[in-house]
């Protein structure tokens, strides 16, 4: 691990101030010199293993305004706070009983002490497992552009077979994410230009040609708050996650769901799928092949094969696909027995 200088301000301006003092260059902020940390079980671990290289670290922990580290709940929808932590929104009694398939994506991660530390900003923009990524001896586009994707030819087991191209086929491994993008949710940011805000399936990009450059976000720029509306959908919602060991483990394959049933029909689905993709996915050609009929096995099937039907599978990984389907297929079904 490097040297690096560490700033613990108590307002946004000043912890924005103190992220960009060495980003004057336009660059990919997962890069920049400047770095917040939160939670920092994400960004100490990658610090360690020289991933990540800040020269200067800003702990937003200390920032004054109590908004940060609430939840608010109302007819509205839900308003997470950045410094709120999983937790904390694990236990919140609105997001268990309104919003199961976010209690689920919460509950489902890492460990409790872990979801202790954690917080819902850091977590979506915590960065790839690819072990060719995590281990600095071995070429890797994402952390290294230019230098080649030691993946594609290699043990690829855990890799994305959905939103890849030639250059990376990392996967993207956050739980809460499929959620949120399933949900609608949108991001509040806060950045040296003033405050933005954008959709969830707006903040990761594609890695196409810079798999290096993850998301929207400028260096700088400051998550502030996390807003998911209210919606007919969100009680029958559901997120099961397919990995290797039943706890502590990132999803080989996982869905989230969320449901509004007319009777037997279906009036509204929401799908997310996580552990085969290079970011948060939403599966919207499946949702089309859905809405207006009776879900059942078949269905479900049908719409799980559109979802995967651009698959691209690697040596170790095609495993994934049919995996992946029957996923879905399971949580659309249990969501659909579950009570609006
Ligand atoms: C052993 C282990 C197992 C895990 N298993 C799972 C799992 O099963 N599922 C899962 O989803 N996750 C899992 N995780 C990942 C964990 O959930 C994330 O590390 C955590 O959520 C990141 O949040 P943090 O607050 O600790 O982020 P940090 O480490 O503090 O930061 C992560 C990144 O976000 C940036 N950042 C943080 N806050 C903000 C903000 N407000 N605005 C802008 N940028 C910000 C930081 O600069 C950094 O780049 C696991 C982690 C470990 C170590």
Redesign the pocket.
Known sequence: MQPFAYHRPDDAGSAIDAARSKSAQNGP??QAPG????????????MKLNV?QPEVLVD?NRLADPRYREIRADERGLRFG??VR?SQAEDHPVVKSQYPVIYD?LH????RQ??N???????P???TRCEYFRETSWPCNKRNPGSGCSAMNGLNRQHAVLGTSEQCIAAY?????QALIALDATVE?MGPNGARTIAFSELHRLPADTPNIETV?EPG????FIDVPAGPWTRRSRYI?V?DRQS????LTSAAVAIDLDGKAVRDVRIALGGVATVPWRARDAEAVLKGKALDESTAMEAANVAFSTAQTREHNAFKVPIGKQTLVRALLEAKLMEA
């Open positions: 902020p997962a770095q917040f940390i939160s939670g920092g079980t994400n960004m100490s671990d990658y990540m937003i950045a410094l999983m994506t489902l991660a890492a460990t872990i979801r530390m954690a917080s819902l900003g850091g977590n923009l915590q960065r491994p956050g739980d809460f994410a940011i976000l720029e400051l998550i502030t996650k990995r502590y483990q990132f999803a």
